[in-house]
């Protein structure tokens, strides 16, 4: 009760000097700690509403419970108030804020107009005011399926530039009709930015008449007996009218919207989002916000909007299963209408936003549920103080010493920790291909980062006594405490589901085959195996594409590519004498003997 009186003594102090302002406020405790950040219209006005207490729910109580000193930082206006906001929270996660974890980017189609002839291709990051951009797209499967039908509609060239400066014939997709080939003069460079223009006019649901005028050239072209030019627009004409055909009447009155759908069970929360742009779905994607005990529906929602929207452009529309107290501040602060439905067609789709985000709920709770369990038996089984919170699994992967690579995969309470995952480039080549002193240099480089926040409970090896005494040797000079150290090996006949474990406190043991447990420890060194062994393949396949002129100082992306253009080939480079390669532009006497040296010393 002192704590809350004493509490409440600071609110109403603050409340006198509170500005009646736009701006930020945290809340803080007698430690310094960094209990809440939020955002208000009017600053003075949030304060006074917590010290009503008794209208408090159970989680601000607490909270209130524990302040002992607010700071304000006043804003011109409520957008940079949101962005001041998100930024605070990011920086010092407070235990009270709701926190949105999944900060991932959503792909989007890019088209460079800085191109002579523009390419149609994936994206993600940060924009330039030069090219445009269609999206977002809640997923890859959806950015996929759109960039599907726009080749086989438009026949844009999706080819990297370097590619295609220095083609000499079609590739397949011209073959197979989903690009131009611009780059070998198949099409003018005409009738090329009248398909760039087309596809802009398409992807922005300008162009409701594609398909009469795709019909009228080709009916002129079959008239004058062009034939192949008439297949083409067939073609053409046919993917675009399946793509129109199967658009879904529900969204094309639709401009620019993002429908949310809020589920709860159990103190855990579903958002589920759901993208339409120019009367398309682009694709839903699903949200699990984290510290959300005893928070209320309303406030998981707004939450969710001022993160998510901070890092996000927002849509014109954004459509809510319901209306909360600061909506009105939200859509000033993003410049969006933020709107809910009780009946009609939106409302039916904010129905099954809301379906979509409890099923996804269940399915997160059971998954939960499930990996708990294995926790638990992991904790009993192998004799562990606690329930692990943190894991991590190490394998590493090379070709007879070739693009060695080690790698770190993280597992929690939820499952993979995706974000946490890393790769290690073996240093040392003179040990590349020694297993053991890999996990060495592995160890040492991800110990010397180590700390309290990302401290495993668990290390988790592949391989066998040998394997384990490696790193204890390795890790002499750390602070173990707290860590266990697992090796698995592979069983009899390399069985999976019959594998030894090792520990440095108890003799080797294997469990029971086919049990559940057995099945997690095997997913776990899966997946680190199957990360490593796909690390060193992107390694492998990238050293294909590497070649000899990039280690020539002095020669860039251009003079490589003129210098291939040229001659045709790095070896052809290689066997040129001075005179020949000064007849490349931009080659000087002075580089041309470099490069000459390079090879021939």
Do not use: W
């Not at 860590?483 to 294997?510: C, L, V």
């Amino acid at each position: 009760m002192t704590d809350i009186k004493h509490g409440l003594e600071v609110l109403q102090k603050n409340v006198k000097i509170a500005p009646s302002k736009a701006g930020v406020y945290r809340m803080i405790s007698k430690s310094g700690e960094v209990l809440y950040v939020g955002k208000a219209k009017n600053i003075k006005n949030r304060i006074v509403a917590y010290t009503h207490f008794e209208k408090l729910p159970t989680r601000l109580k607490r909270m209130v419970a524990q302040v002992d000193d607010m700071e304000f930082i006043i804003v011109e206006n409520e957008a940079k108030a949101l962005l001041l906001e998100n930024e605070l929270i990011k920086r010092f996660s407070p235990r009270f804020n709701v926190l949105l974890k999944d900060d991932k980017s959503f792909p989007m189609l890019m088209i460079d107009l800085n191109d002579e002839y523009p390419a149609l291709r994936k994206f993600r990051g940060k924009k330039n005011d030069k090219c445009k951009y269609f999206g977002p797209f809640a997923n890859v499967t959806a950015v996929n399926q759109t960039l599907d039908f726009v080749q086989k509609a438009f026949m844009l060239r999706t080819c990297r530039d370097s590619v295609f400066k220095l083609r000499q014939r079609p590739c397949l997709l011209y073959q197979i009709k989903r690009c131009s080939a611009p780059c070998v003069g198949k099409i003018s460079k005409d009738q090329y930015q009248k398909s760039v223009n087309e596809t802009i006019s398409f992807l922005e649901g300008k162009n409701t008449d594609i398909v009469e005028k795709l019909t009228e050239k080709m009916q002129i072209a079959s008239e004058n007996t062009d034939y192949e030019q008439a297949i083409i627009l067939r073609d053409r004409i046919k993917a675009i009218s399946t793509v129109l055909s199967g658009l879904n009447v529900e969204y094309a009155d639709i401009k620019s919207a993002d429908i949310l759908g809020v589920a709860e069970q159990n103190d855990m929360f579903c958002i589920e989002l759901f993208i339409v742009r120019n009367g398309q779905n682009c694709g839903n994607t699903t949200y699990f916000p984290k510290q959300t005990q005893g928070a209320s529906k309303e406030e998981i929602l707004e939450a969710f909007i001022s993160e998510f929207y901070a890092d996000n452009i927002a849509p014109k529309e954004i459509y809510v299963p319901f209306i909360t107290e600061d909506m009105s501040f939200l859509e000033d602060a993003l410049n969006s209408k933020i709107v809910s439905f009780k009946k009609g067609n939106k409302a039916k789709l904010l129905e099954r936003a809301n379906a979509n985000a409890l099923a996804a709920l269940e399915r997160k709770i059971v998954l939960n549920s499930s990996i708990k369990n294995n926790l638990m038996e992991l904790q009993q089984v192998f004799g562990l103080p606690d329930i692990p919170k943190r894991i991590e699994i190490y394998d590493n992967s090379h070709i007879q010493g070739s693009y060695a690579i080690g790698a770190m995969v993280v597992a929690n309470q939820e499952g993979f920790d995706k974000k946490a995952y890393r790769t290690f480039n073996i240093k040392n080549t003179e040990i590349a291909g020694d297993d053991f002193a890999m996990m060495k240099e592995v160890l040492k480089r991800r110990f010397d980062k180590l700390t309290k926040e990302n401290k495993p409970d668990i290390i988790l090896l592949d391989g066998g006594v040998g394997q384990l005494n490696a790193v204890y040797e390795a890790l002499a000079g750390y602070d173990l405490e707290g860590i266990n150290i697992i090796a698995i090996s592979k069983g009899p006949d390399r069985n999976a589901g019959k594998e030894f474990y090792h520990m440095k406190s108890k003799e080797s043991f294997s469990l029971e085959y086919r049990s559940a447990l057995a099945f997690y420890m095997q997913t776990l060194r899966d997946e680190a195996h199957r990360f490593a062994i796909g690390t060193h393949r992107k390694k492998r396949a990238k050293s294909v594409f590497k070649s000899r002129l990039d280690e020539i100082e002095g020669i860039g992306a251009k003079r490589k590519r003129d210098l291939l253009m040229f001659f045709g080939s790095a070896d052809d480079v290689a066997g040129a004498g001075v005179s020949d390669l000064q007849k490349v532009r931009g080659i000087s006497k002075k580089t041309a003997e470099k490069i000459y040296n390079y090879f021939h010393k």
